[in-house]
Nanobody, 121 residues
Framework: QVQLVESGGGLVQAGGSLRLSCAAS????????MGWFRQAPGKERDFVAA????????LYADSVKGRFTISRDNTKNTVYLQMNSLKPEDTAIYYC??????????????WGQGTQVTVSS
């Protein structure tokens, strides 16, 4: 089992920045890739970014490329999502996930409870 706890969400103006954190505990080696997904009201949960165990490989959704950066600190069992140049359309609940490398939700076995990000115009 892997437990994931997100933090760092909040309210920010368009153009601003936020950094999300996700602390992992348990058998993290069994699900080495960490990812971020987001779900806006009335929409499906969409892929945002993923990073493999070493941090050497990352994936991003086209909508966030160049604005968001995913990173991890394995000494702290924590993954981060630095979000810059935020737009109102980035408003969503952001979920941390652990699993295998890729963009599909089906690759991820474990999920956090989510953290709300609201971007005002």
């Amino acid at each position: 089992q892997v437990q994931l706890v997100e933090s760092g969400g909040g309210l920010v103006q368009a153009g601003g920045s936020l950094r999300l954190s996700c602390a992992a505990s348990g058998r993290t080696f069994s699900s080495p890739t960490m990812g971020w997904f987001r779900q806006a009201p009335g929409k499906e949960r969409d892929f945002v970014a993923a990073i493999n165990w070493s941090g050497g490989n990352t994936l991003y959704a086209d909508s966030v490329k160049g604005r968001f950066t995913i990173s991890r600190d394995n000494t702290k069992n924590t993954v981060y999502l630095q979000m810059n140049s935020l737009k109102p359309e980035d408003t969503a609940i952001y979920y941390c996930a652990a699993g295998r490398f890729g963009k599909s939700r089906s690759l991820y076995n474990y999920w956090g409870q989510g953290t709300q990000v609201t971007v005002s115009s």
